[in-house]
Structures are given as structure tokens and as C-alpha cells.
């Protein structure tokens, strides 16, 4: 045989052999459109070039589900919390630190109102002692839980005239002390004479109360 003749069949072979290698190839590359992974998702993750490394994403620790709950019925701080109470040596000097805002909060003018009301021609601890029987009224769950609750609860305050409040004078300096103390009250900064009281009457009264009397602060006496 010649040489030229087993140089045309060397190369037939080859090329015979080439073209199947190709085809096999192709077959494994193919996706499978039949089976369980005929996906687009599936389709690339077979022809995935090796370099290529999957997504990772790091999935945060869930909270157990009574934490969540807590975090559902919580009420935002910034409501929950009153501001810090000012601090001074004495009670003068801590109505003159109070701020005096343009408009108070309802809850606030109710028990700044009923201080005015009851006790403005008094010091600022008989001020204070008013004050604080209605937050503590307030918080002993045996009257509203409010302060306008507790201030227009029928036929407890005699300065209360079908559900509403007389005039005050807004301008006045009593007005100003009754504002401050409500703060004070309020925020519990200052300790009343007679803490913990939850009744008063005025001293030129005498009613048949079986009560424990606490004290004689100016012009009214306190109970709890």
C-alpha cells in the first residue's frame, strides 16, 4: 500500500473519531427536558462553569416565638418613658427649674388644673400634696386610671361644675406654680408631706370618715 493511500485512511479514521467524540459531547451537555430537573434553574446549574461558586446567603437566628410576641405588645419607648425628673436641693428650686410649655398634654392640664383649683393660695408642699393624691388615686386601680379620670369622677371635686372646669387665668403666677407642681407630681420627683394619701378634705369641714388620718397639710387634712 502506498503511501499516500495510508495517510488518506490515518485521517478518515481520525476525523471519523473526532465527530463522534463531538456528539457524545453534546448529549451529556444537553439538559434533560423529561425528568425532575427540565428547570431553567436546573439547565444552568448543569452547564455551570467550575469557577463559578453557588450564591451563599447567611440567614439570620429567628427569635422565639414568646420574644416576639413581647416585642409585638410592647409600646414604643419613646411614649413609655417619661423625660428624666429634674433634680434640685429644694422645692422652690425645682417649680423654677420646671419647663413651662405653650400647651400642656390633657392629662397634664387636668391635674394641673385641679391643683390650681384646690390648693393655689397654699405653698408649694400643700400644692404637692393635692398633686399627688390624684396620681396615686390614678394608679391604685380604686378610681379611674387618668387624671381627668380621677379629677371629673362625679361628685369628688366641688370646684367641678357639670363636667367641666371654671376659667383659669392662664397668665398668673399661681397658674405657672400649679403647671410645675402637676410636673413634679407627675414625674414624682418631689415627695409629698402626706405620700400615699388618697383622700382630702378641707379643714373647715368635718365629715364622718372612717378613714386613717395622715396629717393637716395647710388647709386640708389627708387620708389613705
Not at 428547570?39 to 455551570?48: D, H
Amino acid at each position: 500500500m502506498s503511501n499516500k493511500l495510508r495517510q488518506s485512511r490515518t485521517i478518515a479514521v481520525t476525523a471519523t473519531f473526532l465527530v463522534a467524540f463531538a456528539s457524545a459531547t453534546a448529549i451529556v451537555a444537553q439538559p434533560n427536558t423529561d425528568g425532575p430537573n427540565s428547570s431553567p434553574v436546573a439547565a444552568q446549574g448543569l452547564i455551570q462553569a467550575p469557577s463559578q461558586a453557588p450564591l451563599q446567603v447567611q440567614t439570620l437566628p429567628s427569635l422565639p416565638e414568646e420574644q416576639i410576641q413581647q416585642s409585638r405588645e410592647a409600646p414604643s419607648e419613646a411614649f413609655s418613658q417619661d423625660p428624666a425628673p429634674v433634680r434640685a436641693p429644694t422645692l422652690v428650686s425645682l417649680v423654677a427649674a420646671q419647663p413651662q410649655p405653650a400647651e400642656l398634654p390633657r392629662e397634664l392640664n387636668c391635674l394641673a388644673g385641679a391643683i390650681y383649683f384646690e390648693a393655689k393660695s397654699e405653698s408649694l408642699s400643700g400644692q404637692l400634696a393635692v398633686g399627688r393624691v390624684i396620681v396615686a388615686r390614678s394608679k391604685s386601680g380604686r378610681f379611674p386610671n387618668s387624671y381627668c379620670g380621677v379629677v371629673f369622677q362625679p361628685s369628688q371635686f366641688s370646684f367641678v361644675r357639670g363636667g367641666t372646669m371654671p376659667g383659669i387665668a392662664r397668665g398668673s403666677r399661681q397658674w405657672r406654680n400649679a403647671v410645675a407642681i402637676a410636673q413634679i407630681a407627675h414625674g414624682g420627683s418631689w415627695r409629698s408631706p402626706v405620700e400615699g394619701a388618697l383622700f382630702f378634705h378641707a379643714a373647715r369641714v368635718s365629715p364622718a370618715w372612717r378613714l386613717t388620718r395622715m396629717a393637716r397639710v395647710e388647709n386640708h387634712i389627708f387620708y389613705r
